[in-house]
């Protein structure tokens, strides 16, 4: 089975500065894709960013970034210039093809505090 | 406007009871989703849909029935809520099967059973 692993219960970060959160995954499969979500308060569940697996270039999407070890099996996520605003819940989900549907595993997440 | 959206937002229900929690969504997404949230777990799969009338188990199938008898709504039911499905609910859709597909998400349904 498939597992997506956040070691990070919590994590802050002080305005302005830049937070690497951490996602570790175990997978047999080659082709997969990868997502950080956002979920702030408000409970909604917020695409940030995605990475193909067969890509070997970082997946960016303004100030955030993703470092992808494909061998590693590690998916962490970068926040550059951090913001009032980034303070939420952030899941790593992984995803592959099952033939019928394309199903996504998310770790237990990881809570970001944003301090002034 | 356009979008997924559940209700109700919030319920509260009795151990016992019948509760049906409602999705929808405006996109006309081939694929919807149920996960629930519970703290230490993230979000488990209960029950996925390929297209109207078809359904699948995911993860965590036991005491939930789903149906799709139109592409847009995709409902949950309890049959005879339990404790241990006190959780939040998200409903999600995407386009099409492929794995490289997004998945968006409804703002989740809070369940309390007493």
Wanted: hydrophobic letters at 30%; glycine letters at 6%; charged letters at 20%.
């Amino acid at each position: 089975a498939q597992t997506v692993t956040q070691s990070q219960p919590e994590m802050s970060v002080q305005e302005a500065e830049t937070v690497t959160l951490s996602c570790t995954y175990d997978t047999s499969e080659s082709d997969y894709y990868l997502f950080w979500y956002k979920q702030p308060p408000s409970r909604q569940m917020i695409l940030v960013i995605r990475q193909e697996a067969y890509k070997q270039q970082n997946a960016t999407e303004n100030r955030f970034s993703v470092n992808f070890q494909k061998a590693a099996k590690s998916f962490s996520l970068k926040i550059s210039d951090s913001q009032l605003g980034d303070a939420a819940m952030y899941f790593c989900a992984y995803r592959i093809d099952t033939g019928t549907a394309s199903k996504l595993t998310f770790g237990t997440g990881t809570r970001l505090q944003v301090t002034l | 406007d356009a979008g997924i959206t559940q209700s109700p937002r919030y319920k509260i229900t009795e151990t016992g009871r019948q509760v049906t929690l409602m999705c929808h969504q405006t996109w006309s997404h081939s694929y919807m989703f149920w996960y629930r949230q519970d703290l230490g777990h993230g979000l488990r799969l209960i029950y996925y849909s390929a297209a109207a009338d078809i359904t699948d188990k995911g993860e965590v199938p036991d005491g939930y029935v789903v149906s799709r008898s139109k592409t847009e709504n995709f409902p949950l039911t309890l049959e005879s809520a339990t404790r241990s499905q006190t959780s939040v609910y998200f409903c999600a859709s995407s386009d099409r099967f492929t794995y490289q597909e997004t998945q968006y998400f409804g703002p989740g349904t809070r369940l309390l059973v007493l």
